[in-house]
């Protein structure tokens, strides 16, 4: 992903989003440093409660020796609203975002009125990207999406199983109703597709690779993770193969020579909606190719 992005713009645009605990500010540097589009420096559930406040410290320690276009990449999530770290965690977010933090990971998140709130506290600059968590998170989804600041809204699907008493098996398909509506209330609020939940399992990369796929055929544009070594395989997969390239630049030409007029490509009569695919494919190709090794 190209570095030089305003932050906003760059967690728009990331497909990869590496979780570290920020009580471990050398882990912090190596995650940014993996090739990770997006870093969150987490203060809550990586955290033990008696550690929070050192937490909290580390990372502010950290933040000088970080350049700017690292800070455009990090963000931290914060605990709850409602925790005995919310208020404090919320005062050293907006130390952060003063000083170029990218934005805040909202979790739990249920009332568009707290984010608006939220918004405020951390100022214009830092984004926000809530996580749908909670039934109560699903049926808000749309207000929270088109709240102020809202990047893109992710999906928090361990504690969305929870708080649902669902029992899904290993393809969640339980699950798909829930991520085609968070697709769609991402698209009515005109934010950028969904960030798709972690795949715990570090061992089984096949799992991976189908759940970032099974996230890409429902509109997702991004995936949670949880180990560097996850990243190559949702990079790959969010990048398009090079055939689909070669047919979307095909495509696009093809119309470009037609001016305006009906064309036809390998039998196959080319309209508006194939050539807004072809040019979705090219722009994940540009992304891909943007990004650091």
């Not at 931290?76 to 919310?86: K, L, S």
Request: glycine content about 8%; some cysteine.
């Amino acid at each position: 992903m190209d570095r030089s992005l305003p932050s906003a713009e760059a967690l728009r645009q990331a497909c990869s989003f590496l979780f570290v605990p920020a009580d471990q500010p050398a882990r912090v540097a190596k995650a940014l440093a993996s090739g990770a589009d997006m870093v969150i420096a987490d203060w809550e559930d990586a955290v033990a409660p008696q550690a929070k406040p050192g937490a909290r410290a580390a990372l502010a320690a950290l933040w000088p020796s970080l350049a700017p276009a690292q800070r455009a990449r990090l963000l931290v999530r914060t605990n709850a609203d409602g925790t005995p770290w919310h208020a404090d965690d919320l005062q050293a977010a907006q130390a952060l975002a003063r000083e170029g933090l990218a934005g805040v990971v909202v979790p739990k998140a249920e009332s568009a009125a707290r984010l608006a709130e939220l918004a405020g506290a951390l100022g214009a600059g830092c984004a926000l990207m809530p996580l749908i968590e909670s039934v109560a998170g699903l049926d808000a989804a749309s207000a929270l999406a088109a709240a102020p600041q809202v990047a893109r809204l992710a999906f928090g699907h361990l504690d969305f199983q929870v708080d649902a008493g669902m029992r899904c098996g290993a393809d969640e398909a339980e699950l798909q109703p829930v991520r085609v509506a968070l697709v769609l209330a991402a698209r009515r609020a005109g934010r950028a597709a969904p960030v798709d939940g972690v795949s715990v399992d570090l061992a089984d990369d096949a799992r991976l690779r189908a759940d970032t796929e099974r996230g890409l055929r429902l509109g997702f544009g991004g995936k949670l993770c949880i180990h560097p070594r996850q990243l190559a395989t949702v990079h790959a997969v969010f990048a398009p193969p090079p055939h689909e390239v070669q047919v979307a630049e095909r495509l696009l030409a093809a119309a470009e020579a037609a001016r305006g007029g009906v064309c036809v490509v390998d039998g196959r009569m080319v309209d508006a909606p194939v050539l807004a695919l072809a040019r979705r494919t090219l722009q994940r190709q540009a992304w891909a190719a943007q990004r650091a090794p």
